[in-house]
Structure formats: structure tokens, C-alpha cells
């Protein structure tokens, strides 16, 4: 089965990381791929912009399904492979409920941390302010104090959404395992820095690390300063 995907991905990108993932997850191991360099551009080849109209990465394809972003491919792999592998969407309405809203609420972190760290990446030289810096740097810290409460209600040792590995982590940590990696100050979300240490060595993750952070484990300090 895994033999009919083909998936294009790019090193470090926690969209591509979190499909990569799933696919480990769900045991769709042999799957096709194709890592496209972001130094080159490459992630904006004809291949992606054929299959993909937003010519993004990650692009997904199964068979003649095309599924172009990261969550819905996840949520696709859990759906068409719900009794394969490890199972990532609990059954009970509740549970599910904050499984998803974990998985949604990994778009504010995401951004937070983006704007952050890669500030002087997106914001234009004469277009760049400190004062605008300074709220980005306070909107981050207000949102790992929130996603430590998480982890801090849910008890030592649980993953995002309770004792059990689900979508939720599939989906948030790849942006989880910058904070370390870009230098952001332990104290500032230390439930998060458990929850990394616990989780890095998992086997599909392990297996799905971004190969340049194989080569240069260590990251710019970005976050050092926060």
C-alpha cells in the first residue's frame, strides 16, 4: 500500500516532519518520497506546482488522491489506516475533542514561534522594528506559559492531550523540537522540554528527524534571547 504514496517534502519543515510521522505511525514505511532543497527553491519545482496549486510543501499523493496540507494529510492517514499501526484518534467524543483542539491550537505556536525566530527571514529590512519584536517575543512567552499549563494539568509524563501518544503530538511536535534546537531558555517552558526529552527518541520520530539537523545538530540561537 505504502508503495502507491509519494510524498515531496523539505528537511526541518514541521509540516512535512508531522506527515512523515504519521506515515511511521501508521507502519506505511516504503512509502515514495522526494526531499526538495529550500536553499534551491526546489520545493517550487513543476512536480509540486502540478499537484499543488499554493506550490507548498509537504505535497502528498496517494494513488490519485492529492492531499496538500500537512494536518488534513494526517488526518487522512489516521481515517484510511484507522486499524493499522498506532492508533491516533481516540473513539470517546471527549477525548477526541481535545485531541483536535490540541492539533488546531498548534498553529498559534507555530506562528509565534516564526515570528520570533525567523523575524529578520520574513520582515523586510526598512520594514523591521524593535517595538514590533518586543510584542512578538511577549505574544511567544504568553503561549508557552499556556502550553506548559497543558502539560502541567495533564500530570508528569503525558503527551499533549493525556497518557496516550495521539494526533496531537504527531502534529505539535515538530514545533516543539525547535524551541530547543534555535536555544530558547529551559525556564521558559520547562513541561515542554520534559515532553521533548521524552518524545525525541521515539521510534517514528527518530526515524523522520530532518537529515540537516542529523548533520548540525545545533541550531542558530534565535530563541536565546526570549
Known amino acids: 500500500m505504502a508503495q502507491s ?8 519543515s514541521p509540516p512535512c516532519w508531522r506527515v512523515m510521522i504519521a506515515l511511521e505511525e501508521k507502519q506505511l514505511q516504503g512509502y515514495k518520497h522526494k526531499h526538495l ?8 519545482c513543476a512536480e509540486v506546482k502540478a499537484l499543488n496549486p499554493r506550490v507548498q510543501v509537504p505535497t502528498f499523493k496517494h494513488g490519485d488522491l492529492v492531499v496538500n496540507e500537512s494536518f488534513a494529510a494526517c488526518l487522512y492517514l489516521e481515517s484510511a489506516f484507522k486499524s493499522q499501526g498506532t492508533r491516533l484518534i481516540p473513539d470517546d467524543p471527549a477525548e477526541q475533542a481535545l485531541v483536535y483542539q490540541r492539533v488546531f491550537e498548534t498553529n498559534n505556536l507555530q506562528q509565534k514561534m516564526y515570528d520570533v525566530a525567523f523575524y529578520e527571514w520574513y520582515v523586510p529590512e526598512g520594514e523591521r522594528h524593535e517595538s ?8 511567544l512567552i504568553a503561549e508557552l506559559k499556556l502550553w ?12 499533549l492531550a493525556g497518557k496516550n501518544f495521539t494526533m496531537a503530538d504527531v502534529v505539535c511536535f515538530p514545533v516543539i523540537a525547535f524551541f530547543p534546537r534555535l536555544h530558547c531558555p529551559p525556564e521558559r517552558c ?3 522540554m520534559e515532553y521533548y526529552k521524552m518524545l525525541k527518541d521515539r521510534p517514528s520520530i527518530k526515524a523522520s528527524w530532518p537529515p ?9 540561537d534565535n530563541l536565546k534571547n526570549l
Open 190 to 192: 520547562p513541561r515542554l
Open 148 to 159: 506548559d499549563g497543558y502539560l502541567e494539568k495533564m500530570g508528569k509524563g503525558s503527551y
Open 5 to 12: 504514496m509519494l510524498l515531496y517534502w523539505s528537511s526541518g
Open 132 to 139: 514590533a519584536l518586543k510584542r512578538n517575543k511577549e505574544s
Open 212 to 220: 540537516h539537523w542529523l548533520e548540525k545538530p545545533e541550531g542558530q
Open 37 to 44: 532543497s529550500f536553499d534551491k527553491n526546489e520545493h517550487k
